[in-house]
């Protein structure tokens, strides 16, 4: 996979309003959420190697029942096939 299509995907989320994801795993797993966080990789800085991701069921659980609670899952890059953007339904798709 194209170490930038990691970096291109956080740009374009980025500028979306509507945070909401649909990401479908090449397991063929299909998760609905939203992404608060990365992990860069340990051999190259500028690579987003893992995403945080928080489902939408986490997502409307009250903040103060997660202190102390890990919350979310953590996504390899890699191990993603396509993102849908709920805000214009468009998908980025990636190769394995």
């Given at each position: 996979?194209n170490?930038?299509?990691?970096?291109?995907f956080f740009?374009r989320?980025?500028?979306?309003?509507?945070?909401?994801?649909?990401?479908?795993?090449?397991?063929?797993k299909?998760?609905h959420?939203k992404?608060?966080?990365?992990y860069?990789s340990?051999?190259n800085?500028?690579?987003i190697?893992?995403?945080h991701?928080i489902?939408s069921h986490?997502?409307?659980?009250n903040?103060?029942?997660l202190?102390?609670v890990?919350?979310?899952?953590?996504?390899?890059?890699k191990?993603?096939?396509s993102?849908?953007?709920?805000?214009?339904?468009s998908?980025?798709?990636f190769?394995?």
């Amino acid at each position: 996979m194209n170490a930038n299509s990691a970096s291109f995907f956080f740009e374009r989320y980025t500028l979306h309003k509507n945070k909401n994801l649909e990401i479908t795993l090449h397991n063929g797993k299909i998760l609905h959420g939203k992404i608060i966080g990365f992990y860069r990789s340990s051999s190259n800085e500028d690579e987003i190697e893992k995403w945080h991701f928080i489902t939408s069921h986490d997502n409307m659980l009250n903040p103060m029942e997660l202190i102390g609670v890990n919350t979310g899952i953590i996504i390899k890059h890699k191990d993603i096939d396509s993102i849908k953007f709920m805000e214009d339904n468009s998908i980025m798709n990636f190769k394995k």
